[in-house]
């Protein structure tokens, strides 16, 4: 059965774990509530949660995997609460087993390296102005049309906030939400509106993702199917020093680790944009904390191509199967790559909306 093949190769686009809201505004109920870890951190529960997942995904892939953390490449978004996150999944995923690996007694926790990169060179998490620009337009063009509410007018009567502030209405939102989610107290006025305000804060999170699908979905699409090509043929990767002469030294094979594990901990945008760049028709509302896109490579035998599947794990529940528009069950990695090569070209400057100097995105 496919289902019991051993992965070959493993990634994983994650949400970080439960958080404080990211700012305060001007008709906040609780601007004056101190937040243990601070505005737009995780919260105690977060915490939790995301070494849980560690755990989750630990038994998910124990077959697959050693627990040898050079097999693992993790990256975060800039955002500290990204960082922790991926830090507390990987301590629930990698603890300490080998007793050489023990740095001190009755710890089982060991380091393994994250990459992150400064908050503007980033591209998993740049704002295209272009994007932004067509999803605004889209947006006013269909608010409060067929006597539906006008999720802007809502949003701006209950934060006070300017509609023209599209960024700021969006994080208001979001924090009343958070402040239910934490049992604060709100006027009525607003708990009237919860569920309103849920709908759009979801409305307005796809609407975006998928605006910002070609940078913040199919650019990490991309690096994964780069990442699998140089798994399977890791001649593929090699190539010669920077500067002739100035190469570093060799390090044996019995010392090296391919990277099997890659690990993305981002945002619900991100998430939103990679299923959207999959398959536009499965999203249809914000990915709770801690939601995974997982994609998992599989050798049916030996003579057969390895194939990939992709499974959307919504907060803390099931894996579901996601079909990919346009590599078909099964999907071979000739297929998948030709798929992503086909789709996904890197977004240019103009594209994007800045100038060629500005776009300096890693």
Known sequence: QKADLPREFIAAVLRHGARAPLGTFPRDPNKNYQWQYGFGQLTKQGRLAMYQLGKYLRKRYDASLSFDPREVWARSSPEPRCF????????????????????????????????????????????????????????????????????????????????????????????????????????DVVKSQLASLAKINDQLYLMLGAALSPIMGGEILRDIARKLKSFIDPNSAKGSPAVEGFAPLDIPESDTRQKKLHLYSYHDLNVVAVMFSLNSSTLKERPPYGSAVLFEVKKPSDTEESQIEVFYRKGTGKPDPVRINGCPDPCTLSKFNAFIEQRFQPVTAKQCGVSDNQFVLL
């Open 84 to 187: 922790d996150s991926v830090a507390l999944l990987l301590y629930g995923m990698y603890p300490v087993k080998e007793d050489y690996r023990k740095w001190k007694a009755r710890r089982d926790w060991q380091p393994v390296p994250i990459m992150s990169l400064p908050k503007h060179n980033d591209k998993y998490t740049f704002y295209c102005p272009n994007m932004i620009a067509t999803m605004l337009a889209k947006l006013k063009s269909s608010g409060g049309s067929k006597g539906q509410i006008d999720p802007i007018k809502l949003v701006t009567k209950l934060t006070g906030i300017s509609p023209q502030e599209s960024r700021k209405l969006l994080d208001a939102t979001d924090a009343y939400l958070v402040q239910h989610e934490n049992n604060l107290t709100l006027p």
